[in-house]
């Protein structure tokens, strides 16, 4: 599902987003003709019509060869729409086994419960939710005719063409608001996450940041902006000094920016930030490659949180995590929204977790944007074709689909 395949194959894995650097990895691992393969969380980075897409793939391939899945997911809804058996891990132990349909419409361990209840999904469409209730702030962050080309192939003979991955797009954040940005894999949400936050040169366009556009600070200006932005990864390993401790690593802010916390309090602190992640103090002394991807997601999620932002940028911060986490993560993230005004630019291909936490949705394709509008409105009546498809692309467990 990757477009313009012939030009790509001799491309290097930072020029792919982060769902077709996943593709690639499947593509390769099926190429092998297994007997048993072993997915572990191999559609999380994906939006809904991209791991439909993957899903059908596995689910042929298994009828054609007769081979045999292991799928380590944290979506319960993948897992109910692949699974014939069920096993549930909890701290290293498995807590429950049986078949998909009983696991799901009957758990018996409280930890499977937990899970099955925190599920955001369902019809229970306009239940409660994390979304701000008034958004009367001022605008944070403007962005106009945002645009960025990357340049594909310049070989001797080839001539030099580019590739458009956000093609002029305008869209604002107001302070205590939280964006959603959702659209398919390659659609350009990290390209622009990227650019506002300085990691990629835009192709043109502006992005006025209380009152200055970031494209032209610098000095001064720029560290003060770098302390009030912040992003979460899609993939926070790659963000991570893996020769950092976790304690250098939270504290790194502070290190930069001096007046944030006199150097006697960065223990507490750091310590405090790892609890209100969910995590341990104790796990301040280890290095990151000790942690599980989802607990890494959430160091970097207090590393953010350290610098005390005005605007964090998510990009699929929690699609790692499972249900039960996601919801506490969430919870955190909209807490501080209200505690200090926080904004969000919350990039995601989850819908269900918008709907529940963004106040206002921006659906991209081909570095467009399609659909805009209020959470509920957009979700009531979706008015393009793309959103309609990526609503009804939810997967529906096995045991409905089986003849
Ligand atoms: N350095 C690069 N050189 C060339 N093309 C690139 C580069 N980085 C990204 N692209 C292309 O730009 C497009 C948009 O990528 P981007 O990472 O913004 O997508 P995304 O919407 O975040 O996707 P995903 O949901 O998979 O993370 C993709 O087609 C990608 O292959
Ligand atoms: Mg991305």
Known sequence: GIPEPENRVDFYPHQFSGGQRQRVMIAMAIALKPDILIA???????????????????RDLQRET?????????DLEVAASMADRIIVMNGGKVVETGIAKDV????????????????PHGNAAEAPNKRSTTIAGEILLKVEHLTKHYVLASGAFTSKRTFKAVDDINFEVRRGETLGIVGESGSGKSSVARMLLGLNEPSAGKAVFAGENIFEMNGKRLMA????????????????????????????????HRDILPKNRWKTRVAELLELVGLLPEHAGRYPHQFSGGQRQRIAIARALASEPELI???????????S????????????????????I?????????????DRIMVMKDGRIVEEGQTSAL????????????????PRPKWLTQA
């Not at 799901?104 to 599920?119: C, G, K």
């Not at 986490?325 to 969000?344: E, F, G, K, M, N």
């Not at 995601?348 to 529940?356: A, E, G, K, S, Y």
């Open 225 to 256: 902006f770098r302390r009030k932005v912040q992003m979460v990864f899609q993939d926070p390993y790659g963000s991570m000094n893996p020769r950092m401790r976790v304690y250098s690593i939270i504290s790194e802010p502070w290190v930069i």
């Open 379 to 394: 979700f009531g009546a979706p008015r393009h074709e793309y959103t309609q498809s990526l609503l009804q692309a939810v």
């Open 313 to 323: 940028v998510c990009d699929e911060a929690v699609s790692a995590l499972d249900v």
């Open 66 to 74: 007769g081979m045999a899945l292991i799928m380590i997911t944290h």
């Open 40 to 58: 572990d969380e191999p559609t999380t980075a994906l939006d809904v019509s991209v791991q439909a897409q993957i899903l059908d793939l596995l």
């Open 104 to 119: 799901f419409s009957n758990p018996q361990h409280a930890y499977t419960r937990r899970l099955i209840s925190a599920l």
């Open 346 to 358: 919350f990039i995601t291909h989850d819908l269900p977790i918008v709907r529940h936490f963004a």
């Open 325 to 344: 986490i996601q919801a506490q993560v969430i919870d955190l993230l909209a807490d501080l929204r209200t505690r200090l005004s926080l904004s969000y």
